[in-house]
């Protein structure tokens, strides 16, 4: 199985201000159709979680720009160019690779 | 707009089954594959399986074989998830979720599931 590994673990943000979460994966996610099968996502308190960007960088359908996503490989980030107290809960990331799916083991970022 | 809705909180006794639905609307429910994907309380996301859009083809979670069982009817675009053999650690959220490929676009909003005695 491949192993998702996300730091830190628990990230601090005072609001307005950035922040950044790193995922590495086992091994490599890039398909042999061209395309790297990394993905975020946030839950929120209480909600089911909700897909922020797929494809390492691709944002999904409503989420604000202030969410982006890079790298390549097995090492990946996700940025928030500046944190707003609605972005506070858990951040997974996810690989789509291969079965089983597996998931990082969540960073949750608090507002300060 | 797509929406998977999720049947209600159960409460089981261990070694009783449990079978949970997740009915789909918004969109063309034979056109994807979908997902299970369980949360313990204050623990991680842990994915369970997947079916293929016509209901013939499954794999799940080694973890999980043998005493896990997903289905769906087409006629109703509903999916079902039905876990046997329950101990209190099966104590979780459980959460249909659609593929988009490759990830999970679209989640249920969740069904509680409780065992004890």
């Known amino acids: 199985d491949i192993v998702m590994t996300q730091t830190p673990l628990s990230l601090s943000v005072t609001p307005g201000q950035p922040a950044s979460i790193s995922c590495k994966s086992s091994?490599?996610?890039?398909?042999?159709?061209?395309?790297?099968?990394l993905s975020w996502y946030l839950q929120k308190p209480g909600q089911s979680p909700q897909l922020l960007i797929y494809?390492?960088?691709s944002r999904f359908s409503g989420v604000p720009d202030s969410f982006s996503g890079s790298g390549s490989g097995t090492d990946f980030t996700l940025k928030i160019s500046r944190v707003e107290a609605e972005d506070v809960g858990v951040y997974y990331c996810?690989?789509?690779?291969?079965?089983?799916?597996?998931f990082g083991q969540g960073t949750k970022v608090e507002i300060k | 707009q797509v929406e998977l809705v999720q049947s209600g909180a159960e409460v089981k006794k261990p070694g009783a089954s449990v079978k949970v639905s997740c009915k789909a609307s918004?969109?063309?429910?034979?056109?994807?594959?979908m997902h299970w994907v369980r949360q313990a309380p204050g623990q991680g996301l842990e994915w369970m399986g997947i079916?293929?859009?016509?209901?013939?083809?499954?794999n799940y979670a080694q973890k999980f074989q043998g005493r896990f069982t997903m289905t769906r009817d087409t006629s109703t675009s509903t999916l079902y998830m039905e876990l046997s053999s329950l101990r209190p650690e099966d104590t979780a959220v459980y959460y249909c979720?659609?593929?988009?490929?490759?990830?999970?676009?679209?989640w249920g909003q969740g069904t509680l599931v409780t065992v004890s005695s």
């Open positions: 918004g969109y063309s429910f034979t056109s994807h594959y």
């Open positions: 494809e390492v960088s």
């Open positions: 979720a659609r593929e988009l490929p490759k990830t999970l676009d679209y």
């Open positions: 091994q490599s996610l890039l398909h042999s159709d061209g395309k790297t099968y």
């Open positions: 079916i293929n859009p016509s209901g013939d083809s499954t």
């Open positions: 996810t690989q789509g690779l291969h079965l089983p799916r597996t």
